[in-house]
């Protein structure tokens, strides 16, 4: 579990429903790791094209990040 590990089947005991309960809960995570990975793309293009000042500054006032519109102004 400490490696990743979400479920796991014993040979031998695999009963149908818990087959296919592993299988269900696979394929939706596979699903929503795939949804946030657009969801992501989608703002990064975003704000890749916004001409907006975007940027990102930690707690501490550094400044990691600053967006091509931010760049211009």
Known sequence: MLAGVDEFLLKGAIAPQLLERTVRYAIERRRAV?????????????????SDAIML?????????????ACQL
């Open 34 to 50: 795939a949804a946030l990975r657009q969801s992501e793309e989608r703002f990064r293009a975003l704000v890749a094209h916004s």
């Open 57 to 69: 500054m930690d707690r501490d006032g550094i400044i990691s990040w600053v967006s091509d519109g």
